[in-house]
Structures are given as structure tokens and as C-alpha cells.
């Protein structure tokens, strides 16, 4: 890890900070060797090859950072379009100087070097180097004529005079070096007054064509640091064949070799600087170019740490506050600093703090009206009233479980609609929405009414309360079944009726009949005819009276049994096979059986239960009449009863006739005593099997047959322990 | 998105096409300068009785820059590396450099040529043909080491215009102009019995 750091920084940080510093060295370099200093000139290749390698660096790792930025745009990093725009806006503020100073540096150097070469001055020096050769011109004339005057001499000089005769030339004629040259080439004489020149230059082939060709060289020549005059004349009188020569250094005065050098050397200067003066632009344009370059890069460079140093604050306070966002409260956030970002920073700090803690008070206050919630939905659920809730505009908000069962319909399909469009869905229920309606739009605050609604369970009487909420928050509907509540009261008040009928007027029939009966045999047959029939019809119509009020009185007494029934296992079918086989022999009735594969058992008092399938057959024949031959069916089935939260078994014992069915308007009244639409009939016989059915925990309901007649079911529940195979009592 | 990016990319294009074809032309500039031509017609080490001497010729045709140079009074100075050392990259006495300079005085109208290590040997001449002539015959002294070479023994020469001497304003722009880069190829040759 420590050395992927270490590459890390030599990458980003060192690389570039040593490219930089490579190209300023170059810069610096190449420009004091272009004005004439420094000596590097024989490392120019290494030194812009490291300048090239420079800018190549500082070029990738501009890249680099620029790709990088990009993909930080790409993902959304936070900060990343900040940095962006700061870098862009850094490079505009320092990128446009640099250019302007380049060009106006271009400019200036362009300008500065075209004010060297002065017109004028060009040609004053031009004219300075053409006087400077019209008095060397002047001086070499006079050399060449002293140095034929001499060869003329020499011409009759014998040869081993020709030495002396140099030297005393030498101090005449003021020369540096005479010499005579034989026609062969060699020194035949010389002599020199310096002795920096006491060996002869020799002529080369150019100067020998010279004399050869014009008679005399006369030359000023450079000979060493020196200019000096060589004048070279052949020695009159010999053979062209071995013709000598006489060759003459002859020096310029002190005062004029200086004044020309300093002519030729100001004169040369200038036409070298005119010569060099584009390679001079250019040389400074390169390098002002690298030095813009170097700036652009390092400006750029420098942008980006800048952007990144000012845009990282920021944006791990955007990513933090990203995650605020999201509720996540423990994000780090950026060390603050002694400025306003630091200032910032803190107040974010803070204000993370206030919603973390706003947040946790809201979430507790959520949480604790959620279980509210909770706690109140499963108080509406447990309700056995139906309650219905309407927002100020009438719509239903809430409805509970019991109000779905008390109106039969799944309320809470319509929750959010208003009670117009639950009438348009349930017209059925319109005895019961448009009282409600009437009651929300008449602003009551408390109201409460009787009603009685159809609905698929049948006709029910409700009680309807009702009430405004507190601050126009809605409205709550209450509605209490009524249905059971009465059948229980008329139950109870039909046994207190039953216990008294038993109880007040069984007692006096027995006297009665017993009474009737001695005054039947005391006077029938001693009294006249006519008196004993009138005797014997009243005291029979007493005695069959008083058998029909006992029957009766037993009928309510069976009705209003205190005692409550002794339940055992009971083999159902077993026992409808002994009442029936009762029937069995009676030719009027027609009487076949259904009876479930198995033995279903039930917990029943067996005598109860016989009670009730007599009075369901009894029923059955009463309705059935005289008119045509009774025709019944008796048939047990084993059903489940999925409506339940519990699983659990009935066994179904239907006794269906071929009756003229069910009148009109049947409803659970009819199981109700005293209730009957037969001639015959204490109206107690569906009461007692409603009561023994109730009594078992079980129910009673009538339908009618499609093929006509109708069918009472009586619905037991199956003993589920007896049914493992216990011991089994039939009677 | 795109139509935002295309721009860009149709300017960063437009910029490097311009830098290609700057590049192009300079360079088409560069060489349309007719070079300069340097050659060792031929070379040996002679010996004397005072030291053992490299007899050179070599063909010089200085390139048009390099001459209007001369003219301007910028001397032009080569350098001269004979080397019969075995080993090139070990130091060895078997090494020698001249530095020969052209130069042009315009008082006298002459071009003078001088060995910069011998500054004895110099010589003058009137016309630029006559100077770049004389370099057909040089002597140039060698260290004594080239007196004892074994027979057989290689001997490598090399002649090239010395950059380094230009004037500063000079130095850059030969680093990349053909006419002012002149070197001649490597001449060598077995060195008799010393």
C-alpha cells in the first residue's frame, strides 16, 4: 500500500512538478545561449528532448486529470460540474494574459531587433569599411612601388649580395619580412624586423598565377591576428625561366591597423547581427513559445489543484448532504477551516444535527401514531358495531370488519368514494345510505336512528349513530345489529310466556278434564236424551279442549325447558334410522333417505334431537296438507365451514318436502313461537327445533326446492374427538 | 448530448488538422533548403620527423545558408575526430580533434582557414572556391600515439560542422534546418607499420 502511495504522488505530484521544472530550466537555458551566453550549446539535442518529454508529461497528466474530471461529470460526482466551472473559468482569467503578453513580447523582440539595423548606420559603416580599403589601397600601391623599386635593384645585385641588400631594404622600405624566392620555389633570401615572421610565407599557386599572369601580387592579407600588406614582384631582369621573386610583408601604422580593425570588426558585427537577425526572432519566438507553454501548462495544472483543493470541500459537504438526504445522519462531514466554507461547514454540521433530531422526534411520533393506528384498527376490528369513517367531503375512509358483515358488502373496495356511488354500486343498501347521507350533509353533530335494511344476509334492524369529528375532520357512523339483539329479547320473553303458560294454566287442566269426566259419567245416561247428548257433546268438547290446550302447554313447556340438554356422542345416522323407521310403515307418507357414507358423529342431547326431527317432519306434513300424497326426503351430508376462522366439520340434516315451499316473505321470524301460516299448529314447532339447534351450537335455515316444496336443514357441529372412534351412543 | 459534444470535437479536430499541416509545410520548408555535401576523399597519417601528421582531403560544399553566413563575416568551424583506438567507449591516446575555422574579412576581402589547435597554420584566400579547395589538402599534427599504431590497425576519421560554435541565435534553428546540418560519414582505413 505504502508504495502504490509512493507511485501514486510520484504520478500525480512529483512527475508533473518535475516536468515543470525541467521546462523552465530549458527556457532559461536556450534563452541565455541565444543571447550569446551559457555553453550548453552542444546539449541542445538533450535539452529539448527533455523539454519535449516535459511537455508530453505535463500534457498526459493534464489529460489525465481531464479524463478523470469527465468521469467524475459521467457518475455525478459531487462537486464535479463546480470544479468544472472553476477550472474553466481559472484558465480564462490566467490563460488570456500569458497569450497577450506573448504577442505583445513577439512584437517587442520583433520590433527591438528591426531597430538595430539602422539604415543609416549600415551605410556609415559601409562607408568607414570603404575608406578603411581606400587607405589600405593607398598603403599597398605605395608598398607594391617600393617593392619594384627594390626588384629593379635586386635585378643587378649579385647573389651573395642579395642578403645584405635585403636588410639595408628592410630598415628603407619600413617592411616586416623580405624575401627572395629562386625560380625553383626555394628562399634565396630573406629577412624579417619582427621576429613573429621569420619564417617566409611561402606563395601559393594562386598568388605565383597572379604574378605570372599580371606581373605583381599585391595583397592585404590577415596573417595571424595582423592585417598585414604582402606585395609580390618578380626581379626584373632575369629569365622567365628562373625568374625569382620578391615577396614584402609590409605592415600598416599602429594607429591605422587599429582604426581599421575597429572599422572591419564594427562593420562585421553588424552585417552578422543582419544576417542572424531572423534566426535571432526565431530563436527568441521559440523560446518565448516554450516559456508560453510551459505558462499554459502550469497554468492549467496549477487550475486544476487549485479547483480540486476549493471544490473538495464542497463536495463532501454535497455528498453529505446527499446522504442527509437519504437519512443517513453519520456521514463525516469536511474539517472545517478559519473561513466562510468552515463557517459552512458548521452551520451544515448543525443543521444536520436539528434534522437528525427533528427526524428521530418524527419517527418516534410516527411510530407511536402507527400504533395508535394499529391499536385502534384492531379495536374497530374486534368491534361487533359497524363503524364507517367519511372525510369532511362525505367519502369513505375507513370501514371496519363488522360493518362489511352487518351490510354485506366489502367496504373497503369503496373506500374513497362517496356514499351516491355506493348506493349506484349497492341499491340494496339504500335504506341505509340515505339516511346516512341526509344526516352528513345536515351538519348535525350528534345523531342517531332505527333502521331497517335488506342485505344479502337478510333484512336487519339497525341502529345508526352518528357524530361530527372535532375540527371538520369528518365524520363517524356507528350501527349496532339490533336483528339478534330482538330475536334474543323475543326468545327470552316467549320462554317467560312459555313458563307461565306451563306453569298457570297446565295445572288447572287436569281438574278440568277430570271434572268434565265425572259429570259425564254422573249424569250421561240418566238424565233425558236430549240433555245426555247435550251433556255427552259438551263435556267431550271439554275434554278434547283441554287435551288440545295440554298439548299446547306441552309444546311451550318443551319451549321453555329450563333444563339444559345432556350432550353425548351421538351416531346421527343411526338415530335418524330409529325415528324414521316410525314413519317408515305409514302409508300416507312417501319417505326416502339420504344419509352420508359413514357414521358422522355429533355431541348431542339424543332426545332433543329426536324432538327436533319429529317436529321438522311434523312441519313438513302440516304444510304438505291433504291435497296430495306427502313425498319427503331425509339426507345427511358432511360440510365445512370455510367462513370460519377454525376449521371445523358440520354434519347437515335436511328434511325436504314436496309441500307448496316457503310463503312469502320467510325470514328468521318465522323460526319465532307463535309464528305459523297453518290452520293446525301451535306455531312452537320450528321455535323448539330453532332452540334444540341453538342448544347444540348449531343453526336452522328453509329454502326452497327448485323442484318445489321446501327443505329445512338443521346443521350440527361433528364431535371431532368422538368421531376417532369412541364409544357411540345411539338412543 | 450530442449535439453539445460535436462542436468541441469538430474544433479539437479543425486545430489538429492545423497543427498537422503547419507541421507539414515546415517541414516542406525545411527540406526545400538545399544541404550542404561534406566527403573525405581521402586520409592517412603520415610521419615526420617532428610528429606523426593526418594528410585529409575533403570535399566541402557549404549549403547556401552556410555560405551567405560566411559572407556575414560567422565563422564556420568543423571538427576532425580520428580515433585508432581498439575500444571505443575506453580512453585511449589514439584520439585527436581539429577544429578547423573558415573565416571572411571584408577590409581585405579574403577567407582565411586555421587550425584553432595549431593557430600557426593559417592561411588566406580571395575567393571562397580557393578556401574550401584548401581543404582538399590538409596536414593536420597528431599525437605521438598514431606514430607507434600497428600495422593493420583501423584508423576512423569523421569530419562535422560544429553547431556549437555558431552564434547563440544560430544554435536552435540548426538543430532542426537540414542546410545547416553537415557531417560526413565515417572514412576508415588500416594504418600501416608505424
Known sequence: MASQGWLKFALRRALPALAVLALLLASLKLAEDAAGGG?????????????AVSLALLAVAIAQRLWRLRI?????????????RLLLMLVLLAVPPVVVIYGFALRFLDATIDNWFNVKLEAALDDALEIGRIVVDERLRTAEQQSVSLATKLADTPADELQRALDEGIDELGATQLTVFGGDGRVVATTSSDPRYLDPLRPDATMQMRVQGDGRYAAAEPIGDTLMLRVAVPVAGDVPASRRLLQGLYPLP???????RGIENASFDFQRLKFLRGSLKLTFALILTFALLLSVLMVTLAAFGVARRLVAPVGRLIAATRAVGA???DTPLPIASNDELGFLVNSFAQMTREIEFASARAQKSAHETERQRAWLVALLERLSAGVLGFDPDGRLRIANRAAEAILGIGATSYIGRSLAEIERDEPQLAAFTEPLARHLRGGLREWREELVVDTAGGRRVLMLRGTALADDAGYVAVFDDLTVLNRAQRDAAWGEVARRLAHEVKNPLTPIQLAAERLRRRFLGRVSAEESELIDRATHTIVSQ?????????AFGDYARPQPPTLRPIALNALLDDVLDLYENDQRIGLSRDLAAGEPLVRADAVRLRQALHNLIKNALEAIGDAKKPQLVVSTRIVRDDDRSEDRAFVELAVADNGPGLPAGFGERWFEPYTTSKNKGTGLGLAVVKKIAEEHGGSIRAENRAQGGAVFTLRLPIDAVQSTGQAVTVG | MRSSKRPASTVARALVALVLACAVAGCGALAAQ??????IRNARVAGTIDAPMLEIG????LSGPMQDALDHGIPLTFRIRVDASRWRLLPSDARAEHRIELRYFPLSRRYQVRDLDAPVDVRSFATPGNLLASLNAMRLPLPPAFATLSRGAPVRIGVELETASLPGALRLPAVFEPAWQLSSTEYTWLAKAG
Not at chain 1, 39 to 51: M, S, T, V
Not at chain 2, 58 to 61: G, S, T, V
Open chain 2, 58 to 61: 575533403i570535399d566541402c560544399k
Open chain 1, 327 to 329: 437519512g443517513r445522519y
Open chain 1, 39 to 51: 555553453g550548453a550549446a552542444q546539449y541542445y539535442r538533450w535539452i529539448l528532448a527533455a523539454a
Open chain 1, 72 to 84: 467524475e461529470l459521467e457518475r455525478g460526482a459531487p462537486g464535479a460540474r463546480l470544479g468544472r
Open chain 1, 254 to 260: 599602429t594607429r591605422l591597423q587599429a582604426l581599421t
Open chain 1, 546 to 554: 283441554v287435551e288440545a290446550l295440554k298439548t299446547m302447554v306441552n
Open chain 2, 34 to 39: 538545399q544541404p550542404g555535401t561534406l566527403v
